[in-house]
């Protein structure tokens, strides 16, 4: 069997190892309930509902692999999907290169999901897989903006802040994930290009370091990403109508 005809799996790796200060104290993000269900379940199950996604990979805390692997062994899932937990890192950066080291070598194609984006429709999966396959080396999904944004001069004290540019909106995107990529180009971009502090936090963009292309196509308002109190009661709004009209789980 040739390479070509071997590697025709899609892998999502969900890095799921932050704390999510942004939501206040108690449970990491990923455990928060939404509709009685922790987002971490929610992401997954969001993943699996392609049917082109194979093997789902949870980058769980350094410590709270069992715990995490427990979890999604108490819920249910698609058959045709592979799940897989390792330990992740101590930044973003370091626990989707993790996960990217635990896949299987017939994965040709890698989608990287936040588990805080636990509602994306999979029609927006499946359109970020479909352009990779289609030849695209990276992937995202991304919303015009709706607001007009000022680029500013930051004040470390929390001080008024003078505007220094105000860039064309129309030119301008919200990035949401999944992002998808061909494999090689990620691990690449992951083992040669590096960040100070808390490391890369868009994998697209350290596509970008490396010169490759990366192309947009259209995202969804529902992949929007929990962090803050009210956007957890949006989500439940969300997942309440679906649960009324689509019969979800």
């Known amino acids: 069997m040739s390479e070509d005809s071997r590697r025709l799996r899609t892998a999502a790796v969900i890095p799921a190892a932050g704390r999510g200060v942004r939501l206040g104290p108690g449970a990491p993000k990923a455990l928060r309930a939404l509709g009685g269900t922790p987002m971490l379940i929610h992401?997954?199950?969001?993943?699996?509902?392609?049917?082109?996604?194979?093997?789902?990979?949870?980058?769980?805390?350094?410590?709270?692999?069992p715990e995490v692997r427990a979890l999604l062994d108490s819920h249910t899932?698609?058959?045709?999907?592979?799940?897989?937990?390792v330990p992740g890192g101590d930044t973003r950066q370091q626990s989707v290169s993790l996960g990217l080291q635990a896949l299987p070598e017939d994965v040709d194609v890698v989608l990287v999901h936040d588990a805080a984006r636990p509602l994306v429709p999979v029609d927006t999966v499946d359109t970020v897989i479909n352009a990779v396959r289609g030849g695209a080396p990276a992937v995202v999904p991304a919303l015009p903006l709706a607001d007009t944004v000022k680029e500013v001069r930051p004040d470390p004290a929390g001080g008024s802040e003078p505007v220094v540019g105000t860039p064309e909106r129309a030119r301008l995107r919200a990035v949401q994930t999944p992002q998808g990529f061909d494999r090689d180009t990620l691990v690449k971009a992951h083992a040669t290009v590096t960040f100070d502090g808390e490391?890369?936090?868009?994998?697209a963009g350290m596509v970008e370091r490396l010169g490759a292309p990366v192309v947009v196509v259209p995202g969804h308002e529902e992949a929007f990403k929990v962090t803050r109190p009210l956007d957890l009661v949006l989500a439940e709004a969300?997942?309440?109508?679906r649960r009324a009209t689509d019969g979800y789980a």
């Open 77 to 85: 899932f698609p058959e045709r999907t592979e799940l897989l937990v």
């Open 238 to 241: 969300v997942l309440a109508r």
């Open 199 to 203: 490391g890369a936090t868009d994998d």
């Open 43 to 65: 992401a997954v199950r969001a993943m699996a509902a392609s049917r082109a996604v194979s093997l789902v990979v949870v980058v769980a805390p350094p410590d709270g692999a």
